[in-house]
């Protein structure tokens, strides 16, 4: 079966520390991977997609960047965190075309 | 710019009640889908409609697309407090890759016993 796991769940870090979140697909070959953020329980803001390793779309310029080191890996990183990066983090996979992501459980992260 | 606009934004209602929630937009889409997020959880997708003026049904929950694919509905008969979540629809983003959604802001409902 295909599956998603993401992680950690929670994660309180200091500003101007670094960040790694870490997202892992099971089940399926070459998927679509997303990597979502949520501020206050609300919409979503796509950050960035890939569709292959090494391949990287970013959305919206920010401090964060994120890599595709393997197939079913998707990392989200940041050098230096900034209070306004805190926020639920939702990692992402779609088969093929725009019919229903699989998400994650998500990384609730507070930067303080 | 493709935008979902969903009303209302909060809904808090007796178990037993039935609801209407919304979403709109002024583009055509080729498809929508519904999602349902509880807290601190991944949005789940419920539904997702391609055929305009399709409706779908899921036990107690009714989804509906607009004729002219450029709304949806999603009703819930007999509402119960298991419902309460943010209600999420979303939609294929033209103006990016293959697989891209944009989603609306959600209505977050809250049915109590």
New interface residues.
């Given amino acids: 079966s295909q599956t998603i796991h993401q992680w950690p769940a929670t994660l309180v870090q200091p500003v101007g520390s670094p960040l790694s979140l870490e997202c892992t697909v099971e089940g399926t070959s070459n998927p679509n991977l997303y990597w979502y953020r949520q501020a206050a329980g609300r919409g979503l803001q796509l950050l960035f997609y890939s569709v292959g390793i090494g391949q990287i779309s970013s959305e919206v310029p920010q401090n964060l960047s994120a890599s595709r080191p393997q197939d079913r890996q998707f990392i989200l990183s940041s050098k230096k965190l900034l209070l306004s990066d805190s926020g639920f983090y939702l990692c992402a996979w779609n088969p093929t075309g725009p019919y229903g992501y699989t998400f994650g459980s998500g990384t609730r992260l507070t930067v303080v | 710019t493709q935008l979902l606009e969903q009303s209302p934004q909060f809904l808090s209602i007796q178990e037993g009640e039935n609801l209407t929630v919304y979403c709109n937009s002024s583009s055509v889409f ?2 929508l ?1 519904w ?1 349902r997020q509880e ?7 419920l539904v ?1 409609v391609v055929t305009g003026g399709e409706v779908k049904k899921l036990k107690r929950l009714t989804f509906q697309f607009g004729d002219a694919r450029k709304d949806s509905s999603l009703h819930i008969t007999a509402a119960q407090p298991g419902d309460t979540g ?1 209600y ?1 629809c ?4 033209y103006g ?11 209505t ?1 409902l809250s049915v109590k016993p």
């Avoid at chain 2, 807290?39 to 997708?45: F, M």
């Avoid at chain 2, 979303?90 to 983003?93: F, I, K, L, R, T």
């Avoid at chain 2, 990016?96 to 959600?106: E, P, R, V």
């Fill in positions: 080729s498809s889908q999602y807290p601190g959880e991944g949005p789940v997708l997702t943010l999420l979303a939609g294929p983003n990016g890759s293959q697989g891209n959604l944009i989603f609306g802001k959600g977050k």
